[in-house]
């Protein structure tokens, strides 16, 4: 049986550190590894930590860094979308793509969007 280091982030296992358990529990009858979940209590932990585990369930910025190290995605969300979105003013009418056709956006530095738009422009 081969021995695996999997690391959550840690804002997932505060809600449901069972579930994460189970899932191990699964993976270990099912396909024949043996998981050692190593929970972190808290972000610096985890990012101090998280280049010695083989399997990482991340937030989307780390996966992103962790992609750049060499890691590999395995799985992804199907139809979420939760990280860019379009507002309008509270006196305007309700906004669409076309509202912002031709214009200047203006984004936030640092965070994930921001990065993965402008890794997007790169490549």
């Known amino acids: 049986m081969r021995d695996l280091k999997l690391m959550v982030c840690p804002h997932d296992t505060v809600r449901n550190p069972e579930g994460w358990y189970r899932l191990i529990q699964y993976m270990t009858s099912h396909f024949g590894l043996h998981i050692h979940f190593e929970l972190c209590f808290d972000f610096a932990e985890f990012h101090q930590n998280i280049g010695?585990?083989?399997?990482?369930?991340?937030?989307?910025?780390?996966?992103?860094?962790?992609?750049?190290?060499?890691?590999?995605?395995?799985?992804?969300?199907?139809?979420?979308?939760d990280e860019a979105l379009i507002v309008g003013g509270p006196e305007g009418e309700l906004p669409d793509l076309s509202a912002i056709s031709g214009a200047t956006v203006a984004t936030v530095e640092n965070l994930l969007p921001t990065r993965i738009a402008l890794k997007m422009l790169r490549e």
Do not use: H, M, T
């Open 52 to 81: 010695q585990a083989d399997i990482v369930y991340a937030n989307p910025s780390d996966a992103l860094k962790l992609i750049n190290q060499g890691y590999r995605p395995l799985v992804r969300p199907a139809d979420i979308y």
